[in-house]
């Protein structure tokens, strides 16, 4: 069982930034695909950004030229760097880990943007 436990969440002002972490002690980290999904109330989870074992991203239309996922593979993290946050973007953040044929989450974490 891979475990996941995201940090970095959080109340940030319209415009502001936050910095999201998805860790894992898996040994083998460097061989998942990672993704960042958001959950806002009342709405299906979606796709936010991705990165594949070999380094390539993906964005959801919505966040593209705001939002910058990251992987750091010796500290076995996942980063989602966001920027110009705005009020639909608050949503609980779930990080997940793709291997093989198994999908793996984490716990969440809220974001809440709001003046």
């Known amino acids: 069982q891979v475990q996941l436990v995201e940090s970095g969440g959080g109340l940030v002002q319209p415009g502001g930034s936050l910095r999201l972490s998805c860790t894992t002690s898996s040994t083998i980290f460097s061989l998942y695909g990672m993704g960042w999904y958001r959950q806002a109330p009342g709405k299906q989870r979606e796709m936010v950004a991705a990165?594949?074992?070999?380094?390539?991203?993906y964005y959801a239309d919505s966040v593209k030229g705001r939002f910058t996922i990251s992987r750091d593979n010796m500290k076995k993290t996942v980063y989602l760097q966001m920027n110009g946050l705005k009020p639909e973007d608050t949503a609980v953040y779930y990080c997940k880990a793709t291997y093989q044929r198994f999908d793996y989450w984490g716990q969440g974490t809220q974001v809440t943007v709001s003046s």
């Open positions: 990165v594949t074992s070999g380094g390539t991203t």
